[in-house]
């Protein structure tokens, strides 16, 4: 009898050891991102309070921000980043959009349809920073009158370094350029808020980020101790809306040395694309859902003014390439046949330019600025070739015909190199044979200059090499047409029919978080439309929806590394604890009974 019991015990003690050691695991890990296309933060309103997660990946696959951390390679750094607008950093430091970065990696933010979710603005209050120095976000200004190497601020009141205290506006979907003057760990810690057309404020969850910036073999400097950056705002209630509980998410201070990913597929090309900023979309839409899969984009006729786009948006089945339009403005992303799209360029655009860019492009003209900073008004344009990955690598985006009033410029800048051109011949001027070649599937954007009112189109078409082919694939050809110099027409309804079903993709987090709401959305791949589908295109829609949904499955498999970051300290997560007692309550039951049957028996 004695030894039966024992025996019980015994077995009980090894169930509950079992179960519990994968949890503290799990507690004690963060899952490391340093590729693909990555909205670090990514705010979902639709439940009418704002919930901050982590988008990354062909399939915009939604992370818990307090289970990731973002890594990034040591081959950014350098020691002439001589930035003009940033007074306390020195020349040495880890630059993300270094021409030395052995691939693109620069996580962005984005909220999508949050105006249609009842809120006027979104931002991203930081109430405590840490790290081993200054670290800062900034962007590239085009239309600089005296410094064409100029930046400009994201944060708010024109500030670049993130520390306790500062706020990120999210006026859209955004990418940035990140600068650290030291290697080691930084984290933000935070949370978003949401403010409706009455001016109240609601508030997301708090939550933590975390960089670790990978040190260089010739970053020669001592490692420094993590320190906070700026004042950390203490616990306060300004009247806001609470839909949750403010419990403190400790901070991660201490560096760790941790592999990179070699591997991963590089999504960005900076040769092609200098210094670009960009906002992305599919599960890049980086607010946005790049649904840049496959499927018969759809033909309703359609007007876009205003919000972000990947005109080029190429993709890759069975050997072939489609070049169609992504439209992201909606905060879904549709893929849309280009000829049936008119891209409406407004007379807010009309900018004199400065004398370093009119000698070069023309003096007046109506642009589009490679920052996004007037999405909200404007149309963000862009392109990707995300979608070509695995069959393909290198694409070219060429122009076979160009008919307009005037001239199309596209241009680049950056703080090192000023103005440069995107195109292979090395002009500026968008002419027959132009070729956009793009190195590595990824994602971009590029300034655009029209320089006369009135109507243009395009005609392009996309080539690359299979990795098992010798032969090049072209693409079909494709028409866009841009009206420049005049305001839209009423904006014909983007809100998703009612017979159509939202595909939501797999809410992937190793340590997953409550949410504020049983409802609380993942990422929605659903298509909108201007008018209800025909029954062909609905069908295409749900097919385009099913392989978006299969592909962001495969592509977080495929670069996602589940490894436990030493970077990251224990997190305090509820439904891992409760599962935990359910099962010790459970096998304490179950012990009880086995205990009464030796009884009887005995």
Same mark, same amino acid.
């Not at 962005?108 to 405590?128: C, H, K, L, M, Q």
């Not at 650290?180 to 949370?191: N, Q």
């Not at 694939?473 to 841009?482: D, G, K």
């Not at 079903?501 to 809410?507: D, G, Q, S, T, V």
């Given at each position: 009898?004695?030894?039966?019991?024992?025996?019980?015990?015994?077995?009980?003690?090894?169930?509950?050891?079992?179960?519990?050691?994968?949890?503290?695991?799990?507690?004690?890990?963060?899952?490391?991102?340093?590729?693909?296309?990555?909205?670090?933060?990514?705010?979902?309103?639709?439940?009418?309070?704002?919930?901050?997660?982590?988008?990354?990946?062909?399939?915009?696959?939604?992370?818990?921000?307090?289970?990731?951390?973002?890594?990034?390679?040591?081959?950014?750094?350098?020691?002439?980043?001589?930035?003009?607008?940033?007074?306390?950093?020195?020349?040495?430091?880890?630059?993300?959009?270094?021409?030395?970065?052995?691939?693109?990696?620069?996580?962005?933010?984005?909220?999508?349809?949050?105006?249609?979710?009842?809120?006027?603005?979104?931002?991203?209050?930081?109430?405590?920073?840490?790290?081993?120095?200054?670290?800062?976000?900034?962007?590239?200004?085009?239309?600089?009158?005296?410094?064409?190497?100029?930046?400009?601020?994201?944060?708010?009141?024109?500030?670049?370094?993130?520390?306790?205290?500062?706020?990120?506006?999210?006026?859209?979907?955004?990418?940035?350029?990140?600068?650290?003057?030291?290697?080691?760990?930084?984290?933000?810690?935070?949370?978003?808020?949401?403010?409706?057309?009455?001016?109240?404020?609601?508030?997301?969850?708090?939550?933590?980020?975390?960089?670790?910036?990978?040190?260089?073999?010739?970053?020669?400097?001592?490692?420094?101790?993590?320190?906070?950056?700026?004042?950390?705002?203490?616990?306060?209630?300004? !009247? *806001? =809306? +609470?839909? /949750?509980?403010?419990?403190?998410?400790? #901070? @991660?201070? $201490?560096? %760790?040395? &941790?592999?990179?990913?070699?591997?991963?597929?590089?999504?960005?090309?900076?040769?092609?694309?200098? !210094? *670009? =900023? +960009?906002? /992305?979309?599919?599960?890049?839409?980086? #607010? @946005?859902? $790049?649904? %840049?899969? &496959?499927?018969?984009?759809?033909?309703?006729?359609?007007?876009?003014?205003?919000?972000?786009?990947?005109?080029?948006?190429?993709?890759?089945?069975?050997?072939?390439?489609?070049?169609?339009?992504?439209?992201?403005?909606?905060?879904?992303?549709?893929?849309?046949?280009?000829?049936?799209?008119?891209?409406?360029?407004?007379?807010?655009?009309?900018?004199?330019?400065?004398?370093?860019?009119?000698?070069?492009?023309?003096?007046?003209?109506?642009?589009?600025?490679?920052?996004?900073?007037?999405?909200?008004?404007?149309?963000?344009?862009?392109?990707?070739?995300?979608?070509?990955?695995?069959?393909?690598?290198?694409?070219?985006?060429?122009?076979?015909?160009?008919?307009?009033?005037?001239?199309?410029?596209?241009?680049?800048?950056?703080?090192?190199?000023?103005?440069?051109?995107?195109?292979?011949?090395?002009?500026?001027?968008?002419?027959?044979?132009?070729?956009?070649?793009?190195?590595?599937?990824?994602?971009?954007?590029?300034?655009?200059?029209?320089?006369?009112?009135?109507?243009?189109?395009?005609?392009?078409?996309?080539?690359?090499?299979?990795?098992?082919?010798?032969?090049?694939?072209?693409?079909?050809?494709?028409?866009?047409?841009?009206?420049?110099?005049?305001?839209?027409?009423?904006?014909?309804?983007?809100?998703?029919?009612?017979?159509?079903?939202?595909?939501?993709?797999?809410?992937?987090?190793?340590?997953?978080?409550?949410?504020?709401?049983?409802?609380?959305?993942?990422?929605?791949?659903?298509?909108?439309?201007?008018?209800?589908?025909?029954?062909?295109?609905?069908?295409?829609?749900?097919?385009?929806?099913?392989?978006?949904?299969?592909?962001?499955?495969?592509?977080?498999?495929?670069?996602?590394?589940?490894?436990?970051?030493?970077?990251?300290?224990?997190?305090?997560?509820?439904?891992?604890?409760?599962?935990?007692?359910?099962?010790?309550?459970?096998?304490?039951?179950?012990?009880?009974?086995?205990?009464?049957?030796?009884?009887?028996?005995?």
């Amino acid at each position: 009898m004695q030894t039966i019991r024992r025996g019980v015990t015994a077995l009980l003690a090894i169930l509950l050891a079992a179960l519990y050691l994968p949890f503290a695991h799990a507690e004690d890990s963060r899952f490391e991102i340093s590729s693909g296309h990555t909205d670090g933060f990514y705010v979902s309103t639709d439940t009418g309070t704002p919930v901050v997660k982590v988008a990354n990946g062909l399939g915009n696959t939604l992370y818990d921000p307090n289970s990731v951390y973002f890594a990034i390679n040591s081959s950014t750094y350098g020691t002439n980043y001589e930035f003009s607008s940033l007074d306390r950093s020195s020349s040495e430091g880890y630059y993300t959009a270094s021409w030395e970065a052995s691939h693109y990696f620069e996580p962005g933010w984005s909220a999508p349809g949050y105006r249609d979710n009842g809120f006027s603005s979104v931002r991203i209050d930081f109430t405590e920073v840490t790290g081993p120095a200054p670290f800062a976000v900034l962007g590239n200004d085009p239309m600089d009158e005296e410094d064409e190497f100029a930046t400009v601020p994201f944060l708010s009141d024109g500030k670049y370094y993130l520390e306790a205290g500062t706020s990120l506006p999210i006026l859209g979907h955004t990418h940035a350029h990140w600068f650290f003057e030291h290697s080691g760990t930084y984290t933000l810690t935070g949370h978003a808020v949401a403010v409706t057309a009455d001016g109240r404020e609601v508030e997301s969850a708090p939550f933590t980020e975390v960089f670790q910036v990978e040190k260089h073999e010739d970053d020669t400097r001592a490692d420094l101790p993590v320190i906070t950056l700026g004042t950390p705002a203490e616990e306060h209630d300004h !009247g *806001h =809306e +609470h839909d /949750h509980d403010h419990e403190s998410i400790p #901070g @991660h201070e $201490h560096e %760790h040395e &941790h592999e990179s990913n070699p591997g991963h597929e590089h999504d960005h090309e900076h040769e092609s694309t200098p !210094g *670009h =900023e +960009h906002e /992305h979309e599919d599960g890049h839409d980086h #607010g @946005h859902e $790049h649904d %840049h899969g &496959h499927g018969q984009p759809l033909t309703d006729p359609t007007t876009i003014s205003a919000g972000h786009v990947d005109l080029f948006n190429v993709s890759a089945e069975d050997g072939t390439l489609q070049l169609a339009l992504n439209d992201g403005t909606s905060g879904h992303h549709v893929l849309r046949a280009p000829e049936s799209v008119t891209m409406v360029i407004g007379p807010s655009a009309l900018t004199s330019l400065p004398a370093s860019r009119a000698q070069k492009l023309a003096p007046t003209g109506y642009l589009i600025s490679e920052n996004g900073t007037e999405q909200e008004t404007l149309p963000f344009m862009g392109w990707d070739t995300s979608a070509v990955a695995p069959d393909f690598e290198a694409i070219d985006l060429k122009v076979l015909e160009v008919t307009g009033p005037g001239s199309i410029f596209m241009f680049k800048v950056s703080p090192f190199q000023g103005m440069t051109s995107p195109f292979t011949n090395g002009d500026y001027r968008v002419a027959e044979g132009s070729v956009l070649h793009q190195a590595n599937p990824g994602h971009a954007h590029t300034n655009w200059l029209f320089t006369e009112a009135g109507t243009y189109t395009l005609k392009i078409q996309a080539s690359g090499t299979p990795h098992d082919g010798d032969s090049p694939v072209t693409s079909n050809i494709s028409t866009y047409t841009f009206t420049v110099g005049e305001t839209a027409s009423a904006p014909e309804s983007q809100e998703p029919q009612p017979e159509q079903e939202e595909a939501k993709a797999p809410l992937a987090s190793p340590s997953a978080e409550a949410s504020p709401s049983a409802a609380e959305p993942v990422a929605t791949d659903a298509t909108t439309v201007a008018s209800a589908p025909s029954a062909a295109e609905s069908a295409a829609q749900d097919n385009q929806q099913g392989q978006n949904i299969q592909q962001g499955q495969k592509n977080e498999q495929a670069q996602g590394k589940a490894a436990a970051s030493p970077a990251a300290s224990a997190l305090a997560h509820t439904g891992s604890n409760l599962t935990i007692l359910l099962v010790l309550g459970a096998l304490l039951s179950l012990g009880g009974i086995v205990t009464v049957l030796v009884r009887r028996t005995a």
